[in-house]
Structures are given as structure tokens and as C-alpha cells.
């Protein structure tokens, strides 16, 4: 096969454009300025017909790169799916005519911005070289699983249902959990009455028939190598043994550990053997075996109960949990409902200050208890004094009075928190502190930590992130389990609280994800969210100065470093975000499909008027994954934006280079926009941490403008939403409105 690239465009003229630009001039500029060697016309490029015409000229004609000047590259992607050659997009639809008025008055301006997209497209391909894998990957089918609950169980099972052989890690000696212990469990189905078995034997009976699963009880993951596809597992036993697995995909289901209310004097937890935790409570059923639940103290069958919500939830007290568990209170009418079922005619009364029964059969439940003679009384409990009968004072928040109440058992509900290992920006923070007074403060949270959970040979610690409150963190809008660490996925309670249903429906997801991950890795293909990406980074490793800034800023840990501490890329981890590609400060790191120059050529070729034309230029750089496409819907619904515009896709902010912006100044830009998403702890940002590396890095640009003797107002940093269909376009003609105001660049040529 032939090296020689082969350059040819399309344009298409259906959908108006025909109508509303000058064709032939636009096929023009693109052999004369873009320098294609060929280039066609077609009035419905994404018909069968067009789709042919192309499909043609790279079989036939040995066409090697395309460039196709239609709608927006997010539309029509089915029919132009040639993954055989490199590609590039001018989006003349949604653009161009879709955001220009239509009249002969703006028709100068409204070609100009068609012309100028097609040059960008032009140089783009040309600077584009068609992806291929790195040749490292072989399908790796098996899954590992880490924990042995609800969630871990349901996550084997539903993997070996699928056809992927599953290795089940559990760190103690039999499989269940928290929920082993439970009595019963809330009900799932209709009429949500009553509680219902928790089905844990028959998931540990599934999983030992099932030939496919391999259970490793009194066992810890040791130390995990590699990437997805090709994970190198050291699993440990108590007996001192070590296996290796060689693992497609893993799963971290490691659930919960429970609030410890010892703290807590006023409960007096510790002081009575009657003042239980609610999965205490849940024991203490399940010993009953059927008949009376009695209080641990003495035997004594229980005739007044009280439950007590929300002990150390919801709280800014140090060393409470500031969220809430939001399930407590279906657990509380679970067991409430134990005593009606088991002691007879108990007194059973709910203290609850803001009752919360979620799901779709919530407040049917509630109701259910409700016909039962649970009573509920919305009073804030302010001690329980110990005895031979406790006692139970409150606030009546109904009569607005102090009360009390005697009971022979108290159960307390208290929250979970989330069973994971150190975060590795903990562990990060010690490396990177710049005093000894940062380094020890670091030193001592990460003393703190709880101990490591997968133990990976990452550079960037050995867990998986946190959200905040020490959860697993996971993008909760667009990709729940998904985490930081490519081709791991968690589930369950140490995502957030949550119960059993929801963890079992939480392991079918991540089993699903983790499936996909195995799969697409065996293809050297991109996870999420750019799913089937071939390329990966690739840097000239004669320019790499050492800096260590890519190995620390990427958002997934992708980047390890070698012994002589060069960057070392793990294609199967990487997103193709392009964080690192952005860090870098020397432009070494690259893809085949997305560069300094497929963007910084972009930029280069946009006509630049010098300043006696009164034609600024804008310059915008928006995240293809939501700024971009609310600027499409603004065009869908007719919304103008600025003639001066020239909107450039990035695959996120964090991509951004600082050398594209100086480049775009010196080259007399007149102002420029970067739109990229939400971040901090409710981040929208698809790569979790590019929007803020890039909100961090253009927070020194203000330093080159003073340089440059250019006022501060011409480079903005936005964070824009998918739904920002109105203010999207709003803060480039803003843009526009500065420029007029403080006037054109200097810099014009």
C-alpha cells in the first residue's frame, strides 16, 4: 500500500447551503487555499448517492484524505463513517447559514465565514494522519470482581450470565456482606407492604453452580499492573499464597462501612447494650429465628422500641456526616415492621425530623406502616439515658413541647460511608506539596487513610479518586460507575448510599460498562466518551524536557513514567481527552487525529482583515462534548451569532494549548473564548478534570496580555452547559460587543 496522501473535498449543497453560499467559490478555496487536489459538489452529500460518490474516490481513486463541508461534524456521523482514511468537517449548516440572517445585506459576511471554515477543514486533514491501534491489545474476557455483597455477587452473576468468566475477590471468608445479616430486606414490588427475603442465598447458590465464577474468599488484591485488556492482578490469600489473574475489565463493589455513634454522648451508645445501630437491629432479627426479638441486655422480649433517625447524618458537627443516607427511614419502617410481625402488640414509634421514603413504591411503604400502628412522630430526640427501661427524650416538633418516652431497645440510624481507599490526590499532594508545611499536613491525612483496596501500580496513586464525603467518584449525570481509572468501574454503596435494589440494579450497569471496556480494549478502541477512538497520545520523546506535567494532570492516571522518568502512555487507559497534550509546554504529545496542529493550523488559516476593514476576528474554542453541541441547537432554533466568529471543536478545554492562544494574539485575533464545562465537585465535565486544568492554566494568560500590551477582556473562560442554548452564542456576541468597545487588535498584519 502506497504512503502517498491523497487530498480530496466534498461539499455539499443540500439543506439550504447551496442556496445561501456561493458553491463554486467555496470549491475554489478549498483546491486554491485549502490545496485539495480535487474537489466535488453533491447536493445531498449524506445520501446514498453522495455517501457512493466518496466511497468511490478512496476505493478507486486512492483518495486518502477527505474533507467534507456539509452540517456539523455531531450530525450525519452514520453515513459518514470512513474510518479507512483521515477525515475533517466544515460545518457550513448549523455554522454558518443556520446563525446568519438571511439577506443580501449579511451575504459578504455570511461567505466569508464559509470560506474561512473550509480553509480550517482543509488544514486540518492535512495535518490529520488516519488512526491506527497500537498492536498491544488481545481480547481479555475475564472479569474481576472486588467484594463479595449484594453488589459484588449480582455483578459476577450478571458478567458470567453474559458469557465473561468472573474472578470473585471477597476479604472474608464467606460471600453476603452487610446484607448476610440482614432479616429481610424493603420490598421491590407491588404492593410494597411488607418486607421481603433478601434473596442472598440464592445469589451465593447462583454463584458456586455457576461454572464460569471463580470465588477467592480471605482474599485481597495484592497489587494490580496494566490496563484494561491486559490488568495483571496479584491476588493474596491469609495463608499467605499469591495468584496472578490476567484480567480484561474490573469491577470495585467494596459497599459500605457503618457510622460508629460512640461519639455521639448524648445516644449513650456505648453505655447500654439496648441502644443499637440499625444493622445491629438487623442481627438481632435474624437471631430470633422466627419468634420474639428480645433486647440483648437480659432476654427480655421487647415491648416498646423507638427508632432514632438521622444520628450523625446531615450534620456540619466535626466529625459527623455532613449528607444524609436517605434510606434510613425505609429501613426504619422495615424493622419497625419486624416487631409488628414478631412481638406482637410492641409499641414501635419512628422519631424522624424530615422522613424521606424513596423509590417507586416509597409511599406505599410508608403507608403500609402506617396500617400496621407504627407510630411516626416527628420529634428531635435530645438524649437516651440508660437503665434497666430507657428513656427517650425529645422535642416534639408538632405540640413544639419537651417530652419523653420509655422504651426497652432504642435503634439508632446511622449512615453509611463509603468503603474505599485513599484518594490518590492525597497521596499526589505529599509528592507535589512546595513547603514542608504542605508536605506534612499531606503526610498526615494520607496517614489517615484507610488502607488500599487494589493497590494499583499507577503513577498517580494506588486507588481510585474520590468525590467529595470519600465516595468513589463517578460522573453522575452522563456516566454513572464509570470512574477515574479506565476500564475499573465501582457500584453500589461506595458510589453513594443506597439499597439493596439499588445496588443490584448499580452492578448490572457496571457489568455492562465493564463488559464494554474488555471488548473495546481487545479493539484498541477508546472508552468513553469518545467510544471507538483509535488514536492515543504519542509524544517525540527528543523534545520531553521531564516536567512531569502530563503524568500528573491526566485526569484518568494513563501516564506512568519509565526509569529515566519519561512519560510511559497506556493507550488502554486513555480517554483521548487530551489534558496531557495541553500540559505539555514544549508540544511534544500528540494524536494521529488531534494535534497542536490539526488545531493550531485551524488557526492559522482563517483570514485575518487587517484593521481598515473593520472585520474583527473571534476566535472560539468550544468542548465538542457540550459547548459545542449547545451551539448547534442555538442554530436549530435560529439563535445569530457574530459574522466575526470562528468556532473551533476541542475534544475538552483541557486540551487547550497555552501556544494556541499566543498564537491566535500575535497573529492579530482580536479576542478569543474558550468554552468549556461546569467543574469543582458537581463537575459536567466529560473528563472530570479538564475544565478545571484548563480554568487553572488560562488563569496565567493575564500575564501574556500585559506582556503583549493587550487589554484582559480579549480571552474569556466560560463554562457552558449542554442546555446553554441561549447564553451560548450570548457570550461570543458579548465578545464582539468588547471588541467594538476597546478596539481591534494591534497586532492586525
Known amino acids: 500500500m502506497s504512503d502517498e496522501k491523497k487530498f480530496a473535498g466534498y461539499i455539499c449543497t443540500g439543506c439550504g447551503i447551496g442556496d445561501r453560499l456561493d458553491a463554486s467559490q467555496l470549491e475554489m478555496t478549498a483546491t486554491r487555499d485549502g490545496k485539495m487536489q480535487s474537489c466535488k459538489q453533491h447536493e445531498m452529500l449524506c445520501n446514498a448517492e453522495g455517501v457512493k460518490m466518496i466511497r468511490d474516490d478512496i476505493d478507486n481513486e486512492g483518495v486518502t484524505h477527505i474533507m467534507i463541508a456539509a452540517c456539523s461534524r455531531r450530525a450525519k456521523v452514520e453515513a459518514f463513517n470512513?474510518?479507512?482514511?483521515?477525515?475533517?468537517?466544515?460545518?457550513?449548516?448549523?455554522?454558518?447559514?443556520?446563525?446568519?440572517?438571511?439577506?443580501?445585506?449579511?451575504?459578504?459576511?455570511?461567505?466569508?465565514?464559509?470560506?474561512?471554515?473550509?480553509?480550517?477543514?482543509?488544514?486540518?486533514?492535512?495535518?490529520?494522519?488516519?488512526?491506527?491501534?497500537?498492536?498491544?491489545?488481545?481480547?481479555?474476557?475475564?472479569?474481576?470482581?472486588?467484594?463479595?455483597?449484594?453488589?459484588?455477587?449480582?455483578?459476577?452473576?450478571?458478567?458470567?450470565?453474559?458469557?465473561?468468566?468472573?474472578?470473585l475477590v471477597e476479604k472474608t471468608g464467606a460471600l453476603g456482606g452487610h446484607a448476610a445479616n440482614y432479616y429481610k430486606s424493603i420490598p421491590v414490588r407491588s404492593p410494597y407492604a411488607d418486607p421481603q427475603d433478601t434473596g442472598v442465598d440464592k445469589l451465593i447458590a447462583d454463584i458456586e453452580a455457576n461454572d464460569r465464577i471463580t470465588v477467592h474468599l480471605n482474599a485481597t488484591i495484592a497489587k494490580t499492573e496494566g490496563a484494561p485488556g491486559r490488568f495483571s492482578v496479584d491476588v493474596a490469600t491469609e495463608s499467605g499464597s499469591t495468584s496472578n489473574l490476567s484480567i480484561g475489565a474490573i469491577i470495585q463493589a467494596t459497599g459500605f462501612n457503618l457510622?460508629?455513634?460512640?461519639?455521639?454522648?448524648?445516644?449513650?451508645?456505648?453505655?447500654?447494650?439496648?441502644?443499637?445501630?440499625?444493622?445491629?437491629?438487623?442481627?438481632?432479627?435474624?437471631?430470633?429465628?422466627?419468634?420474639?426479638?428480645?433486647?440483648?441486655?437480659?432476654?427480655?422480649?421487647?415491648?416498646?422500641?423507638?427508632?432514632?433517625q438521622n444520628v450523625g447524618q446531615n450534620s456540619t458537627e466535626e466529625g459527623q456526616l455532613p449528607y444524609h443516607n436517605g434510606i434510613g427511614d425505609m429501613i426504619a419502617i422495615k424493622q419497625a415492621m419486624y416487631f409488628k410481625e414478631l412481638n406482637g402488640d410492641c409499641d414501635t414509634t419512628i422519631f424522624f425530623n424530615n422522613l424521606r421514603t424513596p423509590g417507586a413504591g416509597g409511599e406505599d411503604f410508608y403507608r403500609a406502616g402506617q396500617q400496621k400502628?407504627?407510630?411516626?412522630?416527628?420529634?428531635?430526640?435530645?438524649?437516651?439515658?440508660?437503665?434497666?427501661?430507657?428513656?427517650?427524650?425529645?422535642?416534639?416538633?408538632?405540640?413544639?413541647?419537651?417530652?419523653?418516652?420509655?422504651?426497652?431497645l432504642v435503634v439508632l440510624d446511622v449512615g453509611m460511608m463509603p468503603n474505599t481507599g485513599p484518594d490518590p490526590y492525597a497521596q499526589l499532594a505529599?509528592?507535589?506539596?512546595?513547603?514542608?508545611?504542605?508536605?506534612?499536613?499531606?503526610?498526615?491525612?494520607?496517614?489517615?487513610?484507610?488502607?488500599?483496596?487494589?493497590?494499583?501500580?499507577?503513577?498517580?496513586?494506588?486507588?481510585?479518586?474520590?468525590?467529595?464525603?470519600?465516595?468513589?467518584?463517578?460522573?453522575?449525570?452522563?456516566?454513572?460507575?464509570?470512574?477515574?481509572?479506565?476500564?475499573?468501574?465501582?457500584?453500589?454503596?461506595?458510589?453513594?448510599?443506597?439499597?439493596?435494589?439499588?445496588?443490584?440494579?448499580?452492578?448490572?450497569?457496571?457489568?455492562?460498562?465493564?463488559?464494554?471496556?474488555?471488548?473495546?480494549?481487545?479493539?484498541?478502541?477508546?472508552?468513553?466518551?469518545?467510544?471507538?477512538?483509535?488514536?492515543?497520545?504519542?509524544?517525540?520523546?527528543?523534545?520531553?524536557?521531564?516536567?512531569?506535567?502530563?503524568?500528573?494532570?491526566?485526569?484518568?492516571?494513563?501516564?506512568?513514567?519509565?526509569?529515566?522518568?519519561?512519560p510511559q502512555f497506556n493507550e488502554a487507559r486513555c480517554r483521548r481527552c487530551g489534558t496531557?497534550?495541553?500540559?505539555?509546554?514544549?508540544?511534544?504529545?500528540?494524536?494521529?487525529?488531534?494535534?497542536?496542529?490539526?488545531?493550531?493550523?485551524?488557526?492559522?488559516?482563517?483570514?485575518?482583515?487587517?484593521?481598515?476593514?473593520?472585520?474583527?476576528r473571534i476566535l472560539v474554542l468550544a468542548c465538542e462534548n457540550d459547548a459545542y453541541p449547545a451551539l448547534d441547537q442555538a442554530a436549530m432554533n435560529g439563535v445569530e451569532i457574530n459574522p466575526w466568529a470562528r468556532i473551533i471543536p476541542v475534544r475538552c478545554l483541557g486540551s487547550v494549548s497555552l501556544s494556541w492562544i499566543t498564537d491566535s494574539l500575535n497573529s492579530g485575533y482580536d479576542g478569543i473564548v474558550l468554552m468549556g464545562c461546569q467543574k469543582g465537585d458537581d463537575y459536567q465535565?466529560?473528563?472530570?478534570?479538564?475544565?478545571?486544568?484548563?480554568?487553572?492554566?488560562?488563569?496565567?494568560?493575564?500575564?501574556?496580555?500585559?506582556?503583549?500590551?493587550?487589554?484582559?477582556?480579549?480571552?474569556?473562560?466560560?463554562?457552558?452547559?449542554?442546555?446553554?442554548?441561549?447564553?451560548?452564542?450570548?457570550?461570543?456576541?458579548?465578545m464582539a460587543e468588547t471588541v467594538e468597545k476597546i478596539g481591534m487588535s494591534p497586532f492586525k498584519f
Open 259 to 308: 457510622y460508629d455513634p460512640s461519639s455521639l454522648t448524648q445516644y449513650n451508645y456505648a453505655n447500654s447494650a439496648d441502644i443499637i445501630t440499625n444493622e445491629e437491629m438487623e442481627k438481632l432479627a435474624k437471631e430470633a429465628n422466627g419468634g420474639p426479638i428480645k433486647r440483648p441486655s437480659d432476654g427480655k422480649e421487647v415491648a416498646a422500641v423507638a427508632f432514632v
Open 580 to 616: 496531557c497534550m495541553g500540559a505539555c509546554p514544549v508540544r511534544v504529545i500528540s494524536f494521529e487525529n488531534y494535534s497542536i496542529d490539526t488545531i493550531g493550523q485551524q488557526i492559522k488559516n482563517v483570514d485575518i482583515p487587517d484593521e481598515f476593514d473593520e472585520k474583527p
Open 82 to 167: 470512513f474510518t479507512d482514511v483521515a477525515m475533517s468537517r466544515a460545518n457550513l449548516r448549523e455554522g454558518v447559514i443556520w446563525v446568519r440572517p438571511e439577506d443580501d445585506e449579511h451575504q459578504e459576511t455570511t461567505q466569508e465565514m464559509a470560506d474561512d471554515y473550509i480553509r480550517m477543514a482543509c488544514a486540518e486533514v492535512k495535518y490529520m494522519t488516519k488512526p491506527s491501534t497500537s498492536g498491544e491489545q488481545e481480547l481479555n474476557k475475564n472479569i474481576l470482581v472486588v467484594g463479595g455483597g449484594i453488589t459484588g455477587m449480582t455483578a459476577a452473576i450478571e458478567s458470567a450470565l453474559a458469557g465473561y468468566p468472573v474472578h
Open 685 to 734: 465535565c466529560h473528563f472530570v478534570r479538564g475544565s478545571a486544568m484548563a480554568h487553572e492554566r488560562m488563569s496565567k494568560v493575564g500575564d501574556t496580555l500585559q506582556s503583549l500590551n493587550l487589554e484582559p477582556e480579549r480571552v474569556e473562560v466560560y463554562e457552558v452547559a449542554i442546555t446553554d442554548i441561549e447564553r451560548a452564542p450570548k457570550l461570543i456576541n458579548d
Open 373 to 408: 400502628m407504627v407510630t411516626f412522630s416527628k420529634g428531635d430526640v435530645s438524649e437516651v439515658v440508660p437503665g434497666s427501661s430507657l428513656e427517650v427524650k425529645f422535642h416534639d416538633m408538632i405540640l413544639n413541647e419537651d417530652a419523653s418516652m420509655q422504651a426497652d
Open 430 to 566: 505529599v509528592e507535589e506539596a512546595e513547603d514542608e508545611e504542605e508536605k506534612a499536613k499531606a503526610q498526615v491525612m494520607l496517614e489517615n487513610a484507610p488502607p488500599s483496596i487494589l493497590n494499583l501500580d499507577y503513577r498517580q496513586g494506588t486507588d481510585l479518586p474520590h468525590l467529595k464525603f470519600g465516595f468513589t467518584d463517578s460522573h453522575f449525570i452522563c456516566f454513572p460507575y464509570e470512574t477515574r481509572r479506565t476500564g475499573i468501574y465501582a457500584a453500589g454503596p461506595q458510589r453513594r448510599p443506597m439499597d439493596m435494589r439499588q445496588a443490584a440494579d448499580d452492578a448490572a450497569g457496571a457489568a455492562m460498562k465493564a463488559i464494554q471496556a474488555a471488548e473495546n480494549a481487545g479493539q484498541g478502541r477508546a472508552a468513553h466518551p469518545r467510544v471507538g477512538d483509535l488514536s492515543y497520545p504519542q509524544f517525540r520523546k527528543e523534545g520531553c524536557t521531564q516536567c512531569k506535567r502530563c503524568t500528573v494532570e491526566c485526569p484518568f492516571g494513563a501516564i506512568n513514567e519509565d526509569e529515566q522518568r519519561y
